[in-house]
């Protein structure tokens, strides 16, 4: 039998505002990169309480390898306790210490109804579409503004 859809009721829903938003982690699958590297496919859902754009889905990456595997390690370890901060013994140019981070174990499942508040922001596909993204994450209630970003 052939599949039949109505999209008759379908409309454009308009882009989240930019900026933080609460949110909860509404899907979480283990997938790869373009460039081939493992990464958790997220799925943000908007749901603070009298948000405007709550119910709107934002993606996002947390990448487990390449450099992007930095920003996984912060947000594992500083907003949902699923990492430890280890420093490196080294420092950086501005004399810091160094960090890395050691992911405890857990399945992409396991990250699917934690909360946080997510930084909407938007870009424009490379087909010409508007669309949203998340591009940093902090703990609800969090004055952390811009530590867990994504470049």
Known sequence: ????????EAKNRPLP????????IHTAEVG?????????????????????????IVFDQFMLET??????GEIMANVFGLADKVETGEYDRDGR???TYNLHEFEA???????AQVRVDHWTTNT??????VKGVKPLGSS????????
Do not use: C
Not at 35 to 54: C, H, P, V
Not at 109 to 115: E, F, K, P, V
């Open 128 to 133: 010409g579409n508007p669309a949203a993204q």
């Open 32 to 56: 790869q990169s373009k460039a081939g590297n493992r990464q958790i496919n997220i799925q943000w859902k908007l749901d603070g309480e009298g948000d405007e754009d709550a119910g709107s």
């Open 109 to 115: 499942d396991d990250l699917i109804g934690l909360r």
């Open 97 to 99: 210490p160094e960090y």
């Open 144 to 151: 952390m503004a811009e530590a867990l970003t994504k470049d």
């Open 67 to 72: 450099a992007g595997a930095r920003r996984t």
């Open 1 to 8: 039998m052939p599949i039949v859809a109505d999209f008759s």
């Open 17 to 24: 505002r930019k900026g933080y938003h609460e949110a909860v």
